[in-house]
């Protein structure tokens, strides 16, 4: 009895506010020599009363200690749409636009017809409205072009693929068909590759997959919500661009975690076009 109340401690309790600060260093032959870009990326916060504000915000507050130049959001803010306070949710958010310019995507759980099947919202407005609300700009099918520490880049975001939002061609249109500069996607799911391999980018920021939460040793995750379960945490490279899929801040299944701690993201661009490398902990590096 003992054992089972501190293994059911330790995977609702421990390892789900067990943050772990995941660096790497990915070079970039769009940054002129000397020059480095910071990404924060975080998604997947849940926001429930499994995963409760305070947690949010500590995951929030570790990776603006990083003092990133740049902050991408990609979905999955809320669990239902009947377990959080949004006006407050609002006042949890409005931090990080506040230290650097923030974007976001949306996901699966932020509304659409699978979210509505599950006690979600029927649409994402609402949760784009309360982005938007805190400062934070959605990319909902769309392009921006920005200047951040410097660096010309373009900053594609797209609707969840489980939706009938999702639009690529949407999303890149008016671009150039050949990036030229640096082009970041923030697409929630990372089956989306599969669709995107005909658009030119560099770099894809996912979630969505929460690492499986659940990770059996020489076994892996006995849960993943994505066809290609090649993919599912941590830096890839693919078809000559580089793929981040994280781990996520919260989860679903009441939040549990074992095996597989949630993550805030660090990303350093910098000059180059050398394989990506780790400066910091461990996330897994795939060729």
Not at 68 to 75: E, F, K, M, Q, S
Not at 78 to 89: A, E, G, S
Not at 97 to 105: E, G, K, L, Y
Not at 190 to 208: I, M, N, R
Request: with cysteine; net charge neutral; hydrophobic share 40%.
């Amino acid at each position: 009895m003992g054992g089972s109340l501190a293994a059911g401690s330790y995977v609702y309790r421990v390892e789900p506010n067990w943050f772990e600060l995941a660096v790497c260093r990915i070079p970039s032959r769009w940054l002129a020599p000397g020059t480095n870009l910071r990404i924060l990326h975080l998604s997947d916060f849940h926001a429930s009363p499994a995963i409760p504000f305070s947690r949010i915000e500590t995951a929030i507050q570790l990776g603006l200690a990083q003092n990133p130049d740049l902050i991408c959001l990609t979905g999955d803010y809320v669990t239902t749409n009947t377990q959080c306070d949004l006006k407050r949710y609002r006042d949890v958010l409005t931090v990080l636009p506040a230290a650097a310019p923030t974007f976001a995507s949306v996901g699966n759980h932020d509304g659409g017809r699978w979210s509505e099947l599950r006690s979600g919202f029927r649409t994402s407005a609402r949760i784009r409205e309360l982005l938007a609300d805190a400062g934070i700009q959605v990319l909902q099918n769309a392009a921006t072009e920005q200047e951040i520490n410097g660096h010309r880049l373009h900053l594609v975001g797209l609707a969840d693929f489980w939706t009938r939002e999702f639009n690529s061609h949407a999303a890149f249109d008016g671009l150039p068909k050949q990036a030229e500069q640096l082009r970041v996607v923030l697409s929630h799911n990372p089956d989306t590759k599969a669709v995107l391999q005909y658009f030119s980018w560099e770099l894809l920021l996912c979630g969505h997959t929460h690492g499986g939460q659940v990770n059996i040793p020489l076994v892996g995750p006995p849960i993943l919500p994505i066809l290609d379960r090649a993919y599912y945490a941590g830096l890839y490279e693919w078809q000559g661009r580089r793929v981040y899929i994280t781990r996520g801040v919260g989860g679903v299944y009441g939040g549990i975690r074992f095996n597989c701690r949630p993550e805030v993201t660090i990303l350093d661009l910098v000059p180059g076009e050398s394989p990506v490398e780790l400066t910091e902990s461990q996330p897994r590096i795939h060729t």
